[in-house]
């Protein structure tokens, strides 16, 4: 809901439990007043202070009602943040304000959100508040990704601001979602003047806080090793991540939560910000000198400039706000249900995902149309529902040297064509599904060989490789023309119901400051045309396993692989970091061989089972040759998700063990164990997982405390038919006896019996 005062103006969204409040200071400067819990009533001269401050810049009142302004100011319960009164002139400190979109030039050193440069070369630029429109409707940013559902009441708020001397125009638009404490933001930048004006940097938001203690959450890692929490407290001065390599990155998933300093898994407030953006991103926070907070989020500005002619725009991605009074399961209670009812594309909300049987760790590059028939024959044994044909089946791909780019089937290794062996396939009862990755060439494919002015960095240097391959540039639009005519023709060449969309590297060399965003766009408008002309398949996203797992990949491809790191263990972590942004049915997770084939480790079949079950579930390991024990171990869990799956897709996902927030980065994760559950939305059933690393000497077993269940209610551990009072659950927990042998795995599954 969106409350205008209109005597400010004042701007007061409530969204879910929470509010944000935007206000206007002397006509002119745009004020963040208020994020957090829910307000009904707003005192707009109570929402910061006013003052100067020793060696700062300061700004006069309009004289004209400076006076008026002063005693209205004092009568209605403004603060000063220096002692005493304005002074005659009241003057004030813009670096003292609380700034909504903070620009360069205006006396707030602070980091601005807006960094321009003029025809003249100049950076300064003051954004004067001008006017502001109520939307019917949910207007997102042009050529990017957004939400495609409209919330039940729908409105968004537009507040334009305009620098008069340089002729820049500067919307923000906000969309409260109603039902859920989030709030999206976007921005578009238009140069109305007679000269162009380069933008050099855009957020998507900035928020600025009074200086309470808070710590710092980020989700960090590298491939393999994705999405770790990592917790630390905010210092003096500026604290980012970024990613730089063309991707939102494995090394930081863009995100970023400020978290009050008693924060845990369950209690305290956090904001949290994210971007529906899959390109280069920057999250800060900057602590200045008085101890005030700013938290921005936006396209990483390094590397990044936009040349903006007269009459043209840019919009900036979108950004989603999360704010949450219990800990960080309240931020994953707004960003699941926002992934599930409004980013995911609408066809794939409430569909079961199928049970995957993947090539990859099976057969690598050595595939063919006799051993993928083979193993979708024991796929479908142990209750596999889709064949997906990973890397090597194209011509000449017989390692990654070569190829990429010319999408062909390879006649030698199907010499049926595909489509014979797709249908062999599909006659078991099985779907079809192909791995592509359509973002790059190597230098041995056709492809280069025809266009080696295609790709990324293609100004005279030898291009820099990584494994291998060179990225094309989807800024440009031959080349995304090119990929939708080759890819149209393959989707459509056979029953094709399962796409994974791999992209194996980071771009190193970008030809111009706009190359990555440009890139960006070209890619979003492949993936949107590709997923409107092709609605019946499923396209699940990889970037060397979770390099690119973020909302903007989410709002194309209801699903991502995780990571390609498959050791059970390993995932585990992954898994519980990952699912703070993303519900569990988005992330993709497939039981692996042993020894694993990343780190070496030996895991039992149960417990890789288990890893996996309530996640997109699948197998990717060479069936033919696993024993008949662990493929019992298979089915029987393939039976589980199968009965489960739409539990796992609606339920709500909780991580338990909360102590592990307290670890700061900790690399005695060896020790760790891990432990989630997903309780169904009428609180019926919980399935409970915990994971236990390594075995403890002279164990005395452990509790764990269950959450989520429905309060004055009795549960039935279905296995056991043991009756458990769910207080007692939720206080205490269940009883994990002690246990020889490391890579320990139980499940509960906990039935709602009565309510008392
Ligand atoms: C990287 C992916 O993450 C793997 O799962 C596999 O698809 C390979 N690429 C294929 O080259």
Redesign the pocket.
């Known amino acids: 809901m969106i409350n205008i005062n209109k005597d400010g103006p004042v701007f007061h969204l409530q969204a879910g439990r929470s509010s944000y409040i935007i206000s206007i200071l002397e006509g002119r400067y745009l004020i963040h007043g208020y994020w957090g819990g829910r307000v009904e009533t707003v005192n707009p001269f109570q929402l910061f202070t006013l003052g100067t401050r020793p060696y700062s810049v300061t700004e006069s009142m309009d004289s004209e009602h400076s006076e008026n302004f002063n005693r209205h100011w004092i009568s209605n319960g403004g603060s000063l943040s220096d002692k005493g009164q304005l002074n005659p002139e009241s003057a004030f400190s813009p670096e003292r304000l609380p700034l909504e979109y903070p620009t360069a030039g205006i006396g707030d050193l602070r980091k601005a959100a807006l960094q321009i440069r003029n025809a003249a070369g100049s950076p300064s630029c003051f954004l004067e508040y001008r006017d502001y429109e109520l939307i019917e409707g949910f207007p997102g940013p042009s050529g990017l990704p957004y939400i495609s559902e409209p919330p039940e009441t729908c409105q968004t708020l537009r507040i334009g601001l305009v620098d008069q001397v340089i002729g820049l125009r500067v919307d923000l638009y906000y969309l409260p979602l109603p039902s859920l404490s989030i709030i999206l933001r976007w921005n578009r930048i238009q140069n109305n003047s007679e000269t162009a004006v380069d933008i050099n940097h855009a957020s998507s938001a900035s928020m600025d806080f009074p200086g309470d203690d808070m710590d710092m959450i980020t989700l960090n890692g590298s491939w393999g090793r994705e999405r770790n929490l990592h917790r630390r407290a905010i210092a003096p001065g500026i604290q980012s991540i970024e990613s730089r390599g063309g991707t939102s990155s494995h090394q930081h998933s863009p995100f970023i939560a400020l978290a009050s300093r008693d924060a845990t898994e369950t209690n305290g407030t956090v904001f949290a910000a994210s971007l529906i953006y899959s390109g280069n991103h920057r999250h800060l926070v900057e602590q200045d000198q008085y101890g005030s907070l700013r938290l921005q989020c936006g396209i990483n500005p390094n590397g990044f400039s936009i040349h903006l002619p007269p009459g043209e725009s840019f919009d900036t991605p979108a950004a989603v706000l999360a704010w949450s009074d219990s800990g960080l399961t309240g931020i994953s209670d707004n960003f699941h249900p926002f992934v599930r009812h409004y980013l995911l594309p609408a066809l794939w909300r409430d569909r079961d995902r199928p049970v995957i049987v ?1 090539t ?2 099976a057969r ?1 590059f050595d595939v063919n149309s006799q051993n993928i028939l083979e193993l979708a024959e024991q796929g479908k044994e142990i209750g596999g529902e889709v064949l997906v044909l ?3 089946w194209f011509e000449n791909r017989k390692d ?1 040297k070569r190829a990429l780019g010319d999408w062909v089937p390879d006649s030698v290794k199907f010499p049926g064509g595909l489509s014979d062996a797709v249908n062999k396939i599909r006659n078991l009862g099985m779907g079809f599904g192909i ?1 592509v ?1 359509p973002e790059m060439v190597n230098r041995d494919s056709e492809l280069f060989r025809r266009h080696p002015e295609w790709i990324l960095g293609s100004t005279g240097r030898k291009p820099v490789l990584a494994r291998n391959q060179i990225v094309l540039n989807l800024g440009k639009s031959e080349v995304v023309e090119h990929l939708l005519d080759v890819l149209s023709g393959l989707f459509s060449s056979t029953p094709i119901s399962y796409v ?1 969309w ?1 992209m ?1 590297r980071y771009m190193a060399e970008t030809d111009e400051p706009e190359t990555p965003h440009r890139y960006m766009l070209g890619l979003y408008r492949l993936w949107s045309t590709l997923v409107s002309r092709f609605p019946h398949i499923l396209f699940e996203g ?4 979770g390099g690119r797992f973020d909302f903007g990949s989410l709002a194309y491809m209801p699903q991502f ?1 995780t990571s ?1 790191q498959t050791d059970a263990v390993e995932r585990q972590r992954i898994q519980f970091g990952t699912s703070v942004l993303f519900p569990p049915e988005t992330m993709g997770a497939h039981v692996s061989a042993v020894p694993n084939h990343q780190i070496g480790r030996i895991t039992s079949a149960e417990s890789r089972g288990l890893t996996a079950l309530c996640f997109n579930f699948g197998f ?1 390991l060479d069936l033919t040759i696993e024993s008949e024990k662990d493929k019992a171990v298979y089915s029987r869990l393939s039976r589980l998700y199968k009965k489960y799956r739409t539990l796992f897709r609606t339920g709500r996902f909780l991580r338990l063990l909360p102590e592990l927030y307290h670890f700061n980065n900790s690399k005695s994760h060896q020790r760790d164990s891990h432990a989630w559950s997903i309780v169904s939305t009428d609180k019926n059933e919980s399935i409970v997982f915990y994971f236990q690393a390594m075995a403890n000497p002279n164990d005395d077993g452990r509790w764990l405390r269950i959450s989520g269940l429905e309060e004055h209610s009795s549960y039935m551990d279905v296995e056991k038919q043991t009756i458990h009072d769910s207080a007692f659950l939720m206080n205490r927990g269940l009883w994990i006896p002690p246990a020889a042998g490391d890579y320990r795995s139980v499940f509960w599954i906990l039935k709602k019996v009565e309510n008392k």
């Not at 990889?542 to 396993?545: T, W």
């Open positions: 993947n990859w760790e690598y990973d890397d090597g990654d791995w990755e994974k791999d194996n990889c970037a060397g396993g692989w390609d990717e």
